[in-house]
């Protein structure tokens, strides 16, 4: 299978990190006294600024002393998803947040031209699953808040926003023009609740997914950046306390 070199090389350093944590783990007597780190999940509306958000997250833990590094998971997540399954690079397109006409799909998976969605959800779903139980990753989109709900160190986070502060957006950060920008932030809306709510049953806009919403219309990029860290600081400090608690009652 070919590899994209751009992940590879985005992701090195947490991927070096995690071998030597996998290594260090085996020296544990018992398995509930590994460390879990945390991770995160960020659904979002077209346009919020889920990408930046996620690199100035990441600039923030990378910041503390001692800090393993993190990683995100975007675009690159797909090629992630070709690598733990073994898939050829040309199935990346038919890897979208988005559901292809039902005919058309039906036909391409006749012919063998590439597995079936629900095969490749199910692919994703995994890998998005692993990143998670590993820690230290941002992961953004695809239903992560839905596939990891069970995970207590994860922190589920929604990004939304004002549409004309999306377009806006759009245009000077893909140097859209506003026609480009309007279509791009409908469309892609669209296609992510579709998306959820087709392989996971959900609505994408449920509050009750997520640990925290974030207006990006009302607060700065950095100030959500900082926000997030602070809930994944919050959670392992009340996980912390807790096992400090049932130890010593």
Same mark, same amino acid.
């Given at each position: 299978m070919e590899r994209n070199g751009h992940l590879f090389d985005l992701c090195r350093g947490y991927l070096d990190s995690q071998a030597a944590l996998a290594d260090k783990r085996k020296t544990y007597l018992h398995p509930h006294d590994i460390p879990q780190l945390p991770a995160i999940t960020l659904s979002r509306e077209a346009g919020a600024g889920a990408v930046t958000i996620a690199r100035l997250i990441v600039e923030q833990f990378q910041k503390e002393s001692g800090s393993e590094p993190w990683a995100v998971f975007d675009r690159n997540l797909?090629? *992630? =998803?070709?690598? @733990?399954?073994?898939?050829?690079?040309?199935? *990346?397109?038919?890897?979208?947040? @988005?559901?292809?006409?039902?005919?058309?799909?039906?036909?391409?998976?006749?012919?063998?031209?590439?597995?079936?969605?629900?095969?490749?959800?199910?692919? !994703? !779903?995994?890998?998005?699953?692993?990143? $998670? *139980?590993?820690?230290?990753?941002?992961?953004?989109?695809?239903?992560?808040?839905?596939? $990891? $709900?069970?995970?207590?160190? =994860?922190?589920?986070?929604r990004l939304i926003a004002p549409v004309e502060h999306r377009i806006n957006h759009c245009m000077e950060f893909y140097r859209f023009t506003r026609a480009e920008a309007e279509k791009f932030v409908q469309e892609k809306d669209a296609a992510r609740a579709r998306y959820v709510r087709k392989y996971f049953h959900a609505d994408i806009e449920d509050a009750l997914h997520y640990h925290v919403t974030i207006n990006t219309g009302k607060v700065s990029f950095p100030t959500a950046a900082q926000t997030i860290v602070d809930c994944v600081k919050n959670l392992q400090n009340l996980k912390r306390d807790k096992t400090l608690t049932e130890s010593h009652p």
């Open positions: 797909v090629e *992630k =998803v070709l690598e @733990d399954h073994e898939m050829p690079s040309r199935i *990346k397109r038919f890897l979208s947040e @988005d559901i292809q006409s039902g005919i058309a799909s039906a036909v391409e998976e006749f012919f063998g031209l590439h597995p079936s969605a629900w095969t490749l959800v199910q692919q !994703t !779903t995994e890998t998005i699953l692993r990143l $998670a *139980k590993v820690g230290n990753a941002i992961i953004v989109g695809r239903g992560g808040s839905i596939i $990891a $709900a069970n995970l207590p160190h =994860v922190v589920h986070v």
